[in-house]
C-alpha cells in the first residue's frame, strides 16, 4: 500500500458542490470478528467497508463489477489508499460508507470514501440516500485509487476507452476535474 497526500485532500466535510446523485451511502454493521482487542474496528477492515461500497456505488450507477467488469475479463485492483483515522467505530455499532467520485482520470478513478456512525443520519434526500446532521464528521477519511487491468495480463487499460459510458458519468460526477 502507498500513501500519497498531494493527488487530492481528503475533507472532513462533504463538498457542498456534490448533488445527492454524486455519492451513495452504504450501511455497515461492525461484527465481533472485524475489531481488536479494544473492541474497535482492526484498521485493515475498513478497505473491506470500501470495497463493497465501491461495488454498490458501481451497481447504483447502474455498471455492475461482476458483469460489466470481471466477466468482460478485468479487474479492477487499487492502486493507491490514503486514509485518515479520526475516531473508532466500535463492535455492534451501525455506520455508512459515504462514496463519490474524486477525481477522474484516463487510467485512475480516485474515490472519496469516508465512515460514518448511522447516527450521523439526519434524514433522507429524495434518492433515500442518508443526509448529514450539521456538525457531523467523518470517523475515517479515504481516498481509494483504482485502475481498470486485464485479468490475463494485469496490464492496465483505459477506462476511457475501454469503458467510455462508465468514464463519461465519471466526467460529469467527479468533484475535481
Known amino acids: 500500500m502507498r500513501f500519497r497526500y498531494n493527488l487530492v485532500k481528503p475533507t472532513s466535510a462533504f463538498d457542498e458542490r456534490a448533488s445527492a446523485s454524486m455519492h451513495r451511502h452504504t450501511p455497515i454493521k461492525v461484527r465481533y470478528g472485524e475489531t ?9 477492515n475498513y478497505l473491506l467497508y470500501f470495497e463493497d461500497a465501491r461495488i454498490d456505488f458501481l451497481d447504483a450507477v447502474g455498471f455492475s463489477y461482476n458483469e460489466c467488469i470481471e466477466q468482460q475479463g478485468y479487474m479492477s485492483p487499487i492502486h493507491d489508499v490514503e486514509m ?17 467520485v474524486a477525481k477522474n482520470l484516463p487510467m485512475r478513478t480516485v474515490y472519496r470514501q469516508q465512515v460514518f456512525r448511522a447516527d450521523d443520519a439526519a434524514g433522507t434526500d429524495e434518492a433515500g440516500e442518508p443526509l448529514l446532521r450539521e456538525g457531523a464528521a467523518p470517523l475515517v477519511d479515504a481516498l481509494v485509487t ?20 462508465l468514464h463519461a458519468l465519471y466526467e460529469k460526477i467527479a468533484e475535481e476535474a
Open 36 to 44: 481488536d482487542m479494544m473492541g474497535v474496528v482492526y484498521h485493515a
Open 84 to 100: 485518515h483515522y479520526r475516531a473508532p467505530l466500535r463492535y455492534g455499532e451501525a455506520g455508512f460508507v459515504r462514496t463519490s
Open 146 to 165: 483504482v485502475c481498470v487491468v486485464e485479468r490475463g495480463t494485469f496490464k492496465p487499460v483505459s477506462l476511457r476507452r475501454t469503458f467510455p459510458e
